[in-house]
């Protein structure tokens, strides 16, 4: 069950159409496949895994990507089979989809993006999904997918072990006209990203020039999907995809308003990143890991992932059990030069329970426990050292996540 998972409610973006079907790709005879297809003004940017086995469809975005300048007309989204560590037939494979959605929609194929999410080693079924695209394509040149459900659709069907789908909005004023961000995501597990989540994408209506949309991007994922773990695994298809379908307001670095879009993009994003944690498989608890007083922003991100991932550390938080000791031993291990142990402090919620070196005068494992018994924890670590901070978003270990995780293929 997710963890306070209540997002802002979603808006659609003008120039995104969807086709969402259940073309068999999954047994249970759910959605599985998803469609986008975007306005002919539309500006692309992309962040990916960095992972060194990356699945064949990640290989063949950043193709694409590469040889269209973010001119990006169609994206094609699986879920229930990764499509990764299946070499060069999978590769083949997913360029083929790439075709065979290009013709179908009369776009160039390096226009379209792959996308596949599920199982990793298996080849896609090749039959599936060629008429799976085919019915997707029919649905598009049929009918206009641009309606609520039709995005509330699209975010269940990129889910895999999520229990609920994550898609939000926010909106801003420029040059006087509303300006629309609307995002979704899908992610459970398999999550520290590493220049990207699972599988996000996030629309607005602006005109966004592609090079002041791929800063913006690589900029706002830094402080939101790349500040979450659930279990230090990244995947190998990790994918953030950011498109500006270009029939709205003109924005970009050189504009006033540039900031005000810029705040808004990072609350969807970070609602989103959030989102995932919250929903993270076997979730009881959502941990903030804030640290601050670092001497840059890496170090202070390195000190909250070595306390959000580590496996002491989140049994302690779904056992509610106050043991500070786990949090010291986390911290001590971060591969940060010269931590003065006297100079941090370390606080669970106002509660002060680590400073100058001991165990803080007046902190009691009763009064931790009761901010461990919350559904939400804040642990505040100040180092001492300087001015940079960072926070990491993470949840507790639970017997469940084990379930999910050793049943996952069953």
Same mark, same amino acid.
């Given at each position: 069950?997710?963890?306070?998972?209540?997002l802002?409610?979603?808006?659609?973006?003008?120039?995104?159409?969807?086709?969402?079907? /259940?073309?068999?790709?999954?047994?249970?005879?759910?959605? !599985?496949?998803?469609?986008?297809?975007?306005? *002919?003004?539309?500006?692309?940017?992309?962040?990916?895994?960095?992972?060194?086995?990356?699945?064949?469809?990640?290989?063949?975005?950043?193709?694409?990507?590469?040889?269209?300048?973010? /001119?990006?007309?169609?994206?094609?989204?699986?879920?229930?089979?990764?499509?990764?560590?299946?070499?060069?037939?999978?590769?083949?494979?997913?360029?083929?989809?790439?075709?065979?959605?290009?013709?179908?929609?009369?776009?160039p194929?390096?226009?379209?993006?792959?996308?596949?999410? $599920?199982?990793? $080693?298996?080849?896609?079924p090749?039959?599936?999904?060629?008429?799976?695209?085919? +019915?997707?394509?029919?649905?598009?040149?049929s009918?206009?997918?641009?309606?609520?459900?039709?995005?509330?659709?699209?975010?269940?069907?990129?889910?895999?072990?999520?229990?609920?789908?994550?898609?939000?909005?926010?909106?801003?004023?420029? +040059?006087?006209?509303?300006?629309?961000?609307?995002?979704?995501?899908?992610?459970?597990?398999?999550i520290?990203?590493?220049?990207?989540?699972?599988?996000?994408?996030?629309?607005?209506?602006?005109?966004?020039?592609?090079?002041?949309?791929? !800063?913006?991007?690589?900029?706002?994922?830094?402080?939101?999907?790349?500040?979450?773990?659930?279990?230090? !695994?990244?995947?190998?298809?990790?994918?953030?995809?950011?498109?500006?379908?270009?029939?709205?307001e003109?924005? #970009?670095?050189?504009h006033?308003?540039?900031l005000?879009? *810029?705040?808004?993009?990072?609350?969807?994003?970070?609602?989103?990143?959030?989102?995932?944690?919250?929903?993270?498989?076997?979730?009881? *608890?959502?941990?903030?890991?804030?640290?601050?007083?670092?001497?840059?922003?890496?170090?202070?991100?390195?000190?909250?992932?070595?306390?959000?991932?580590?496996?002491?550390?989140?049994?302690?938080?779904?056992?509610?059990?106050?043991?500070?000791?786990?949090?010291?031993?986390?911290?001590?291990?971060?591969?940060?030069?010269?931590?003065?142990?006297?100079?941090?402090?370390?606080?669970?919620?106002?509660?002060?329970?680590?400073? #100058?070196?001991?165990?803080?005068?007046?902190?009691?494992?009763?009064?931790?426990?009761?901010?461990?018994?919350k559904?939400?924890i804040?642990?505040?670590?100040?180092?001492?050292?300087?001015? /940079?901070?960072?926070?990491?978003?993470?949840?507790?270990?639970?017997?469940?996540?084990?379930?999910?995780?050793?049943?996952?293929?069953?």
């Open positions: 069950m997710a963890v306070n998972l209540n802002p409610a979603a808006v659609p973006v003008a120039g995104v159409e969807w086709a969402t079907l /259940a073309s068999g790709i999954k047994k249970d005879g759910v959605t !599985d496949m998803v469609v986008a297809r975007l306005a *002919k003004s539309a500006t692309t940017a992309a962040v990916f895994t960095q992972s060194a086995f990356c699945a064949a469809p990640v290989t063949v975005c950043r193709r694409h990507m590469q040889q269209n300048s973010g /001119a990006v007309r169609a994206l094609l989204i699986n879920s229930g089979n990764a499509n990764a560590g299946t070499g060069e037939p999978g590769l083949t494979m997913a360029s083929g989809h790439c075709d065979a959605l290009a013709n179908a929609l009369e776009v194929s390096m226009s379209v993006l792959p996308f596949s999410t $599920g199982v990793i $080693g298996q080849l896609l090749d039959d599936i999904m060629r008429q799976g695209i085919e +019915n997707a394509a029919t649905t598009l040149n009918e206009t997918g641009t309606t609520l459900s039709h995005w509330q659709d699209a975010a269940r069907g990129i889910m895999t072990t999520d229990t609920h789908p994550k898609l939000t909005s926010q909106q801003v004023t420029i +040059n006087g006209s509303v300006v629309t961000i609307t995002g979704m995501a899908k992610g459970a597990g398999m520290q990203p590493n220049m990207a989540t699972m599988l996000s994408y996030v629309f607005t209506d602006a005109a966004v020039p592609a090079s002041d949309l791929d !800063d913006v991007l690589r900029e706002v994922a830094d402080r939101t999907f790349n500040a979450i773990t659930v279990d230090s !695994d990244t995947s190998t298809n990790d994918s953030l995809v950011l498109v500006a379908t270009g029939v709205g003109p924005v #970009g670095e050189i006033d308003e540039w005000a879009f *810029k705040a808004a993009l990072t609350h969807v994003c970070l609602d989103l990143a959030q989102g995932i944690i919250r929903d993270a498989e076997g979730a009881t *608890k959502f941990i903030s890991v804030n640290v601050t007083g670092g001497h840059d922003v890496a170090e202070c991100k390195c000190v909250g992932y070595a306390v959000a991932n580590s496996p002491l550390v989140k049994t302690a938080m779904f056992a509610s059990d106050a043991n500070v000791g786990r949090l010291l031993m986390a911290i001590g291990k971060a591969d940060v030069h010269s931590l003065d142990a006297a100079a941090i402090t370390v606080s669970l919620g106002d509660v002060v329970a680590f400073e #100058g070196a001991g165990i803080a005068a007046g902190y009691t494992e009763e009064r931790g426990a009761a901010v461990m018994a559904d939400e804040d642990i505040h670590i100040d180092l001492g050292r300087g001015s /940079a901070e960072a926070s990491i978003y993470t949840s507790d270990l639970s017997h469940e996540y084990v379930s999910i995780n050793a049943d996952y293929r069953s």
